[in-house]
């Protein structure tokens, strides 16, 4: 059993996602591979637009399809693949082994339900539990994540909630089923600053709790320094970097990470005089026809003709350390 | 909620006593007398005439008249027909059953279409089915009611002799014969009303649907490993039924108004027929009544869909 120790939880290999649009095709997704271990801690950072969120949704096929459509790539969960099983399979995974947190906490519960109610219903369906014991787990929840009076909060309903307490809400709920993997989709960009230090803090001691692993989608270099042990920063549908967080930000090789680590705004520097906050020039480009060659060449200060004539492949370039550029 | 139903109902007051002020006026300066037809019978000579409207009160100036309608109506009395001489509250009664069972029955067949057709249709955007829901609702709402019960009398009535197209009131029968009778008299109307209202209510129930199907809370649910039809019935109609279920209640009235069209054309004894052939008589007290019945109406449903969102939203609270 050496094998499954070694082998990664999640495994998205090569995974496509194309959508279909009047326009014409967009490749959301165009070729990611993103491992995440046991208990791993992983960050997936981008640009708005450069399909983490995609990727996130598509593990647990969450994405409308049509007319979204898995076009390519498997996903492996404990070594089974993801893609081709039936809807009925799908649901037996979903907040059982992986479970999701959106980014909007004001939008992600349903306005009629109350709280507990709404955690008892995942209890229910998939822990097979009776409506009563199902409650108590619900209540229990919410006390985990810090909820205060959480046997008298579990009745009321989500308006009755601030956005900080609805995305422990939302953290409750994916973790009432004890699953293998949490997917954070950005669940702090819709929250106070002061709150989303909370959330991170809340998220880290589940993970110590509970033993879970998690993927976190950010675009917030901030948040991956705070939680990562391994970040993959994407681009334009692609993986371009993957690395442990310390090397990452230690010795950044991809121009792009290098621009988004420049872009963090430092609280040392912005004290001295004429520091500005540097940012990437440019916009991330179309994905319905994505430019040949490097996708971020037509912002990238060190562009090259080989940079546009070829598209660079990812490679190792230190253990652990895999990037897309020729530099 | 006790406190609110009594603050409603007491702000219903000055809205009932307004319609009652309005309505009296307009049909006091509306040409026609009832009298009519007696200053054209040779037989009852002019004096005879003048003391009958004075015993009546209708020489008196407008606001006495209105002043002694309101006192009887506050009194609970209803007044007289001025043509049959039957006590109108008892010509409501008599007729308000017909309606109520021809205007449940078709409401009933418009729900039990719209909402499994709009669920259904909205849950597949732009399939066949869809396609096909969606001309229908509009050929259904687009054709007037008096022109499909004239199309359904004549094929049904007069072409295959299967359906009588006159409503009867007394029929000869007991027991289940008379209850066949009575359904077979009522498929008609009801089917008219009701494909009509139904037609419309699909397409709003198609459009609610949609609109809470794209939320992100939806999303949630299905992250849950809930089965899709849970899906559909707890986390997308249950909320999409919030709007509908305030259409629904709000258009009852409209309703009723609506069905004097219809119980014209299948001679439906019903409440709106009533109005008319008094309207036609300048049968005052019963014109007064039956329109006091439906502003009654409207204000009784308008509390009830504002009771119903409430119940159904629990983002509203009644203070």
Known sequence: ?327 | MLHYLIRRLMIAIPSLLGISVILFTVLALAPGDPFEELATNPAVPPDVRAHLRASLGLDDPIHLRYISWLTAMLRGEWGFSFVSRIPVEQLILQRLPTTVAVIGASQILALAIALPVGVYAATRPYSIFDQIANTLAFVGFSLPTFFTGLLLILLFSIQLDWLPFVFRTSIEATGWRWWWEMVRQSIMPVAVLGLFQGAAWTRFVRSAVLDVVRLDHVTTARSKGLPESRVTMRHVVRNAMIPVVTLVALQMPAVFGGAIVTEQIFRVPGIGSLLISAILANDTPVIMAVTFVFAGLVIFFNLLADVLYGWLDPRISYR
């Open chain 1, 1 to 327: 059993m050496s094998a499954s120790t070694t082998d990664p939880l999640l495994s998205i290999r090569d995974l496509r996602v194309h959508f279909a649009t009047d326009d014409g095709m967009v490749r959301a997704v165009d070729g990611v591979s993103i491992d995440v271990g046991r208990g791993e801690t992983v960050c997936v950072v981008g640009e708005s637009g450069c399909g983490k969120t995609v990727t996130a949704m598509t593990v647990l096929k969450l994405i409308a399809m049509p007319p979204g459509r898995i076009a390519g790539g498997q996903i492996l969960w404990q070594g089974r693949d993801l893609v081709p099983l039936k809807s009925d399979a799908m649901r037996s995974i979903r907040a059982k082994e992986i479970a999701i947190v959106f980014q909007e906490p004001m939008t992600s519960l349903n306005p009629v339900y109350t709280v507990g109610e709404q955690i008892a219903e995942v209890v229910r369906q998939q822990e097979k539990l009776g409506r009563r014991a199902a409650m108590d787990r619900a209540i229990e929840m919410l006390r985990l994540v810090h909820i205060p009076n959480a046997q008298r909060r579990a009745h009321d309903y989500p308006h009755q909630f601030s956005g900080g307490m609805r995305q422990r809400v939302m953290i409750a709920m994916a973790l009432s089923c004890n699953p293998k993997l949490l997917i954070a989709d950005e669940p702090t960009t819709a929250l106070d600053v002061t709150i989303q230090a909370q959330i991170l803090d809340l998220l880290a001691e589940m993970k110590e709790r509970l033993g879970m692993a998690v993927m976190l989608i950010t675009h917030a270099m901030g948040v991956v320094a705070e939680v990562a042990q391994r970040v993959v920063v994407m681009y334009a549908g692609k993986v371009v970097e993957e690395a442990p967080v310390r090397e990452l930000f230690a010795n950044p090789r991809h121009p792009y990470t290098q621009g988004l680590i420049r872009s963090i705004p430092r609280i040392d520097l912005a004290a001295t005089h004429h520091h500005r906050l540097e940012a990437i020039p440019g916009t991330v480009p179309s994905l319905l026809n994505p430019p040949v060659g490097c996708r971020f060449a037509a912002r990238c200060r060190y562009v090259t003709d080989a940079c546009r004539a070829a598209e660079p492949p990812l490679r190792e370039v230190a253990p652990g350390h895999k990037m897309a550029c020729i530099l």
